[in-house]
């Protein structure tokens, strides 16, 4: 195994091993900023969050990503064309995690007097920074196999997609959920549909760009769907 395959194995379990710890430690203590809010919400329901969701879809494909690596590196194999795929969804729904909470939700805190780093300490450094960010950069820089074909980043958009059905449903709908994510701008539910298509378009040029950067290593791979 050589050090570029060790440390692509190292960064993943790290990656799984930070999600086990921060999201039961979210779940228990909560956020720091949902602490300082002092909001009265259950810091177990945390777990409808896209932070929460999409991190834990991270973690296991981090940690699937180690034990399928550990077994065809040693059998001097390449990594699973779907593993690929799977991936790049990941990785694209992590890194739109972070620019949500880095461009939007911080800046709207900021705003409204509060600090800009509540939402980026504590178990959040991990969840809404730190392996998201480690996740994209081992796709684009230490991931090898074959290239990205529209089909895979078009299916790194499902996330959001399926995300969608259940906030919608409980936000707009049953309005059993708050609007924690500020998709209908206080109640303004004509926009959402918009703020969807939105969130769409950001995930599919996430995936685009991770697919691209990781393209243009690899120059010469054959396709991957």
Not at 95 to 124: C, H, Q, W
Not at 170 to 199: A, M, Q, S
Request: aromatic share 14%.
């Amino acid at each position: 195994m050589n050090r570029k395959n060790f440390f692509f194995i190292l960064i993943n379990l790290f990656i799984f091993i930070t999600t086990a710890i921060a999201v039961p430690v979210t779940l228990i203590v909560g956020s720091r900023a949902t602490r300082l809010d002092n909001l009265g919400i259950p810091y177990w329901e945390h777990i409808v969050t896209f932070t929460i969701l999409s991190n834990i879809f991270l973690g296991l494909v981090a940690l699937a990503t180690v034990l399928i690596a550990i077994v065809n590196f040693n059998k001097n194999r390449p990594l699973p064309k779907t593993l690929t795929t799977w991936y790049l969804t990941a990785a694209s729904a992590g890194i739109l995690t972070f620019l949500t909470v880095v461009l939007f939700l911080a800046p709207m805190r900021a705003i409204g007097g509060k600090n800009y780093f509540d939402m980026l300490l504590e178990s959040m450094f991990f969840l809404h920074f730190l392996n998201p960010l480690l996740a994209a950069l081992t796709f684009i820089f230490l991931m090898d196999g074959a290239k990205v074909q529209l089909k895979s980043r078009l299916l790194a958009v499902l996330p959001i997609i399926i995300y969608a059905i259940p906030y919608a449903t409980c936000v707009i709908i049953l309005k059993i959920w708050p609007d924690f994510y500020g998709v209908t701008f206080g109640g303004r539910y004509y926009l959402t549909p918009l703020v969807f298509l939105v969130f769409c378009a950001v995930l599919f040029g996430i995936s685009s760009a991770l697919a691209w950067l990781h393209n243009k290593r690899l120059q010469k791979t054959p396709k991957i769907c």
